[in-house]
Each structure stands twice: as C-alpha cells, then as structure tokens.
C-alpha cells in the first residue's frame, strides 16, 4: 500500500499538495477515478479517489475513514545531538520513527561538531518512514535547541527524564529506571559525549542518569537502543 500524506482535509474532500501531489500525479501516474489511500499524521486514515488534478495539486474524494486505535499509552521524546556526518542522523530518525516515537528535538551541546540542521530535509526524511512503515501518526520535529535552553522548556515537564551519558558517576539501567507507561524524555549526547557540566545541569534540572549496556555506542546507535528499549517496555504485559 503506498499512503500520502496531507494536512488538507475539508469535509470529504482531501487536497494533496506540493511533493505529496507531483508523487501521486507525476512518479505514480495516477489519474481521475484511481484509488487513493491517506494519512493526517494526527491518527486519522482515509481511503478515497482522486477526482481531479491541476499543476500543483490534486483532490481526493474521500469514502472511507478510521482513526488509529493502537498507539501506545505514553509518549516518548529523545533529545539528540546531531551527529557530524548527518547520514546518521538521519538513519536515527528514519528507524526510529519505524519503531515509534512521538517528538525529537536536536540539541545543541558544548561538545557539539555539527551545529546546524536542515529542518526541512530531516522532516521529509521523518514522513517517508511513517509512510513506509504505515504509521498514520507523524513524529513531531522540533528546531534546534540549546542544550541549555532546552532544559528550561516548559514542554518537558510531565515527562520522567532522563540522560545516557558515558562519564563517570552511578547510572541505572534504562529497562529498571523506566517507569511504564510514562511518558518518557531521553537526553542522548554528541560524540563527544555530554560534558560534566551538561551532566550536572540535568541533574539539578530533574533528569535520571541512565546506562544503555555496556558497551560504548555510537549517538545514533544510542538514540536507537533507547527507543527500541522504551517501546519494548512500554508495550509489554
């Protein structure tokens, strides 16, 4: 199944526009009277057919509708350097939107190579692995954030939080300090590692030191490993 994405919804007639429109119209071909299948990100899927075309948009009848009732009861948010070499970053976001997650916020740390993202790209990215994966939920992306900064957002209140970091000091392990189902924010560090003072900060700003296994993991890798583990928590018996 092959699911396009719009936030254009007016009664019973879904519009798709720019990229979502030339994909449908231009790479699939489809024409008056084919079969369409949508999502809003926001739960909602629809199944209509399309009943006209222009240059830059194309409208979509819509005859079926359900909203999903299986996402999980908490939500999870990662905080996450970028990483250097981007690729990689965008390998976190693309699996970790396949496994399930509700928010990301790049930050920005003291240790921090890569001090600039391209929001649209990585947005594109976060939408074709809900599509692919057939999710009708879309991750939220936020901007880049000061790490600092970020600790005082209001948005992370409600959440238990946490940090993975590598530097000395008494951590526990993610899979004991989760408390399911709550909702969860992990702070995962550049490849430098957050500094002691990050540490400190998150400390004094309410946020659990956390292990993600022995062994030393990449960002990315880290990223992956707390949201896989979140999610095989969250959703056990």
């Excluded at 299986?70 to 970053?89: G, Q, V, Y």
């Excluded at 390998?91 to 790049?106: M, N, Q, S, V």
């Excluded at 030393?216 to 056990?236: D, F, Q, S, Y």
Aim: charged residues 30%; proline residues 2%; neutral net charge.
């Amino acid at each position: 199944m092959i699911l396009f994405y719009t936030k254009n919804i007016n009664g019973k007639i879904a519009t798709l526009e720019g990229d979502e429109a030339m994909h449908c119209m231009k790479t699939l071909r489809k024409k008056v009277g084919d079969s369409v299948h949508l999502i809003d990100g926001k739960g909602g899927w629809y199944d209509g057919t399309l009943v006209s075309t222009s240059k830059k948009t194309c409208d979509i009848s819509i005859e079926n509708e359900r909203f999903e009732a299986e996402r999980a009861n908490f939500k999870l948010h990662i905080a996450i350097a970028p990483t250097k070499n981007i690729n990689r970053l965008e390998w976190f976001l693309e699996k970790a939107t396949e496994i399930g997650i509700d928010e990301i916020t790049p930050i920005l740390c003291q240790r921090s190579e890569r001090k600039t993202v391209r929001l649209d790209r990585l947005e594109k990215i976060i939408l074709a692995a809900t599509k692919q994966s057939l999710k009708s939920y879309l991750p939220k992306l936020n901007e880049l954030t000061k790490f600092s900064d970020f600790l005082k957002k209001e948005t992370v209140m409600g959440y238990q939080k946490m940090i993975a970091h590598c530097n000395e000091g008494e951590k526990v392990a993610l899979k004991r300090a989760y408390e399911k189902p709550k909702n969860v924010l992990i702070l995962i560090g550049p490849e430098g590692d957050f500094s002691n003072e990050e540490v400190e900060l998150a400390n004094e700003n309410g946020f659990q030191a956390i292990g993600l296994g022995k062994e030393r993991l990449r960002t990315e890798t880290a990223g992956i490993v707390a949201c896989h583990t979140v999610n095989l928590l969250g959703v056990g018996d």
